[in-house]
Structures are given as structure tokens and as C-alpha cells.
């Protein structure tokens, strides 16, 4: 079984993040958003993975050609241009088959892909979306179906009287094919708006698959730091994931006299000086240096951080390389080594 992962989108909803790491790449408790979604393809017998690439392609290709063991074969389809959802899907139309997944290279679950195809073959669909519930479905298109979960209708933003459901499409799909004879080549298309409504108005069978499992969009601020706070607090309970209440590799250099309160996770060769209060849920990244009797709460720190003596962050998410100086107050804030937006 084959699956393409979409990750060439801009990324603008996560800016300032976005500007110099892709979206996919983005860590969660240290290390990058897209080896946990490959991964849990690998766990559901995908034994080719195709990347659909148009922004940005080189450190995606960087980090799992050094970090690729794990992995069957991954090829790149890196799109001349965005082609949009269904145009990237097109465009890597040569390295695929019969059935395959699509996969928004921006969500994070623990569906059971198995048991998805397993539906989609017994349903005879051509086409299977997983959904999700929402609490206020006003803001997304949401999906209708009869009760033995085929499709009838999209429904894009409905107003509250006309929301009738609050499952909404969750970025995974199942394809047969022939779908892509319905994709124009080299044109810029989307799934979502241009080929299932098309589709569905021309009777062609679209069901839906409920997720019953931990699902997150972690394109907005916000989403992003619930999922690091999930998998560090075991609301999400990933396999492989660290949820341990603290972690500190044997390499970091940690003052006898730093405090951490859990849960917390440090990455490799950090140095943690005196007096430092670390108050969960953090994550450290690989390299932070934090000087004498800082506070850290509940921040996510990606790699080779500085944070200077007596500096207090609290809900902060401060991408690498970033210095923060000495005595600084930081609260609700991102911080890029250029920005620093509230
Ligand atoms: P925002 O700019 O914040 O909306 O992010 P986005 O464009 O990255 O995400 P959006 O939710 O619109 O797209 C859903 C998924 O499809 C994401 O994983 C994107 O990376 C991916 N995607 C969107 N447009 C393209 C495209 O033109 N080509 C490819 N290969 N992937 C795309």
C-alpha cells in the first residue's frame, strides 16, 4: 500500500514559525512533526511513501535522507509550483496505484489507518474521508451522510441553523485511482472544493470514516502547543512517545541545584545552570543553554536556545537559535531569532 503525504503548503497560519522551518518540520517534544506521521503510516503497512513537496523541499529531504532507517521507500514529488491539494496528488500520479492513502502532512493521529481501508473496501467506496467532530463546525466544511456513512452533501462553513452534523473532513483520504482522471494536470486543484463536490454530483460512491482516536490540525499556534502538552501530559497516549515525567538524556550538563516540575522533557547535550526552575509541561530541545536561575513554564524551547540568567518564560514557544536575554519577562509570546510576535 501506497500513501502521499501533502506537505507543501505555506504554513501561514503557524508564522512566525513558518518563516524559516516548513510546517512539517516543526518539532514536537523535539523532533520534527513529520517523522511521527510517517511513522504511523510504517505501523499500518505503508511500505511506499510519496512526499508531495512544492515549498521549501531541501531540509525535509536533508533530515530523512540522515533519518530514514525506520523507513520503507520514500520517494519526493516536488511540484514546478503549489499545485494545490489534488493537483500535488496528480502530479505524482507515475508512482501510484490501485489504492492509496492522502494524507494532510499537518495532522497528527492515532486513527487506525488498517481498519479505515479495511471500511473502504467493504463499503465499495471510491473515495473514503476520515471525519472528525468539532465543537463549532460554523468555521469548517463539514461532511452530511446517511446513516451507513455515505456521503450526501458537503456543507462549507454552515450557519448555526444549518449545521446538522459537526464531523468535519480531518485531511486523510483513501482513493481508488480512477480518481485521478478527474484531477486536470498542472493546474492548481483542491480535493476539498474542486474534486469531491464534483464527484459526489456525479454519483460516484464517497463514504466517510469517523475517527474514534486523538486527531489534531497542528497548522495554528494554538493547536501546536496543545499537541506537544497532550503527548507530554499522556492525554495522547502515542506509542513510542516519552511521557515520562522527566526526561534528561545522561549528556546534559544539569546543575545539582535546578529545579524541574513535570512534565518536562530535555533533548541532548543541554546545559541547565543553578537556581534554573523548569515547570511542566516543557520541552527543552537539543542544545538550550539556560543560565542561572531562569524560569521556564510551560514553554517549548526548540534547538540550541539560549535563555539568559534570571529571564522567566512562561507559555512561550521560542524557535532555534533564539537568544533571550538576561532578566527578560516573556509570557504568551513566539519567539524566532528575528521576531517576537505576542
Ligand atoms: P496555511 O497557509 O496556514 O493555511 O497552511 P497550508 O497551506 O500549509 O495548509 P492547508 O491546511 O491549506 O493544507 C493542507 C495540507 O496540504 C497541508 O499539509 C499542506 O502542506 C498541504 N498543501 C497545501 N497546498 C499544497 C500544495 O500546493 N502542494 C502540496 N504538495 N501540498 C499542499
Given at each position: 500500500m501506497k500513501a502521499v503525504v501533502l506537505v507543501g503548503g505555506e504554513g501561514t497560519r503557524l508564522r512566525p514559525l513558518t518563516y524559516h522551518t516548513v510546517k512539517a518540520m516543526v518539532p514536537i517534544l523535539d523532533r520534527p512533526f513529520l517523522e511521527y506521521?510517517?511513522?504511523?503510516l510504517v505501523d499500518h503497512n505503508v511500505d511506499e511513501i510519496?512526499?508531495?513537496?512544492?515549498?521549501?523541499?531541501?531540509?525535509i529531504k536533508r533530515y530523512f535522507t540522515r533519518t530514514h532507517s525506520f523507513l520503507p521507500k520514500l520517494v519526493y514529488s516536488i511540484e514546478p509550483e503549489p499545485l494545490g491539494t489534488a493537483g500535488a496528488v496528480k502530479y505524482a500520479e507515475q508512482h501510484l496505484d490501485d489504492t492509496f492513502f492522502v494524507l494532510n502532512g499537518d495532522v497528527f493521529t492515532t486513527v487506525n489507518l488498517t481498519a479505515m481501508l479495511r471500511f473502504h473496501k467493504e463499503s465499495g467506496a471510491k473515495i473514503t474521508i476520515a471525519v472528525t467532530p468539532v465543537e463549532d463546525p460554523t468555521r469548517f466544511g463539514v461532511i452530511e451522510t446517511d446513516c451507513q456513512l455515505r456521503i450526501k452533501r458537503f456543507i462549507e462553513k454552515p450557519r448555526r441553523d444549518q449545521v446538522t452534523t459537526n464531523n468535519i473532513n480531518a485531511g486523510i483520504y483513501i482513493l481508488e485511482r480512477e480518481v485521478l482522471e478527474h484531477i486536470p494536470s498542472g493546474k492548481r486543484v483542491m480535493f476539498e472544493h474542486d474534486v469531491f463536490p464534483k464527484l459526489l454530483s456525479a454519483g460516484e460512491p464517497l463514504y466517510a470514516y469517523p475517527i474514534d482516536a486523538y486527531w489534531i490540525d497542528i497548522g495554528t499556534l494554538e493547536n501546536y502547543r496543545q499537541l506537544n502538552c497532550d503527548l507530554l501530559t499522556g492525554k495522547c497516549p502515542y506509542p513510542g512517545s516519552e511521557t515520562a515525567?522527566?526526561?534528561v538524556p545522561n549528556d546534559c550538563l544539569v546543575h545539582p541545584q535546578a529545579r524541574f516540575h513535570g512534565p518536562v522533557l530535555v533533548g541532548?547535550?543541554?546545559?541547565?545552570g543553578y537556581g534554573v526552575q523548569i515547570i511542566g509541561p516543557t520541552v527543552i530541545g537539543a542544545g538550550c543553554q539556560i543560565e542561572d536561575c531562569a524560569i521556564i513554564e510551560k514553554s517549548i524551547l526548540w534547538q540550541r536556545v539560549t535563555v539568559g540568567k534570571n529571564a522567566v518564560l512562561k507559555?512561550?514557544?521560542v524557535a532555534s537559535n533564539s537568544y533571550i536575554v538576561d532578566s527578560s519577562g516573556l509570557e504568551g509570546v513566539v519567539v524566532t531569532p528575528e521576531h517576537r510576535t505576542p
Open positions: 506521521l510517517l511513522r504511523h510519496i512526499l508531495a513537496m512544492g515549498y521549501k523541499p531541501d531540509s515525567t522527566l526526561r541532548e547535550k543541554c546545559k541547565i507559555d512561550c514557544i
